[in-house]
């Protein structure tokens, strides 16, 4: 029912920033809450960023912490993964991920892949050196 479409990636060069993009369609609910995941050639899927529909709390993984920024604009059901400080490593491809709960997404949800229902097709980061 959900569909997300992520934008906004590219090339840039180390020590560059990129902002991505995730527009959602179909949501029903004011709550539950949307991720950032990378992937990486030949590495596992992991959490980049999270935030819920309602409240203002982020979350991160170390890596990222303190470069990137995850934010969401509720009218537009549209949210953003801005990246400053990019390093070759951040090289991936990104997924958007959303899920629709009427219950409070805990933390340690929030970082599992599991947590989420729906996807997006995501969208290539390449960070030259």
């Known amino acids: 029912q959900v569909l997300l479409v992520e934008s906004g990636g590219g090339l840039v060069q180390a020590g560059g920033s990129l902002r991505l993009g995730c527009a959602a369609s179909?949501?029903?609910?004011?709550?539950?809450?949307m991720g950032w995941f990378r992937q990486a050639p030949g590495k596992e899927r992991e959490f980049v960023a999270a935030?819920?529909?309602?409240?203002?709390?982020?979350y991160y993984s170390g890596s990222v912490k303190g470069r990137f920024t995850i934010s969401r604009d509720n009218a537009k059901n549209t949210v953003y993964l801005q990246m400053n400080s990019l390093k070759p490593e951040d090289t991936a491809v990104y997924y958007c991920?959303?899920?629709?709960?009427?219950?409070?997404?805990?933390?340690?949800?929030?970082?599992?892949?599991?947590?989420?229902?729906?996807w997006g097709p995501g969208t290539q980061v390449t960070v030259s050196s």
């Open positions: 991920a959303a899920v629709e709960t009427r219950l409070i997404v805990t933390i340690p949800l929030l970082y599992r892949q599991a947590t989420y229902d729906y």
């Open positions: 935030i819920r529909w309602s409240g203002d709390s982020e």
């Open positions: 179909g949501r029903t609910s004011s709550r539950g809450a």
